[in-house]
């Protein structure tokens, strides 16, 4: 799968080990630090979908609000389960 994305968008991928179970799952981070991210990250969650290599799950590690969350482009596009971060705003 990551010989498939660009050198600017590279996916961080971790292996999940279930060893009760004898499985191996496979999770891919993205996220959004700033708003110009987000169009890269979309185009990163696109260029998984080309590969053919879906990852088990993936996690949305934005910390930006956007109108269309990434979370949301991963269900819609490659059906896998997705998990985001919560963001708590502190206003002083």
Do not use: F, W
């Not at 990551?2 to 050198?7: H, I, K, P, Q, V």
């Not at 799952?25 to 890269?40: L, P």
């Not at 990163?44 to 609000?65: E, F, N, Q």
């Not at 896998?80 to 502190?90: A, D, K, L, P």
Request: proline letters at 2%; charged letters at 20%.
């Amino acid at each position: 799968m990551l010989g498939e994305l660009s050198e600017t968008n590279r996916c961080v991928v971790t292996i999940i080990m279930d060893i009760s179970q004898n499985n191996i799952y496979i999770n891919c981070n993205v996220g959004a630090n700033t708003i110009t991210d987000y169009q890269g990250e979309i185009e990163k969650i696109k260029a998984i979908k080309d590969s053919g290599d879906i990852p088990d799950m993936m996690m949305d590690l934005s910390l930006v609000k956007q109108d269309v969350p990434l979370y949301r482009i991963v269900q819609d596009t490659l059906n896998i389960y997705v998990g985001t971060v919560t963001i708590i705003y502190s206003i002083h």
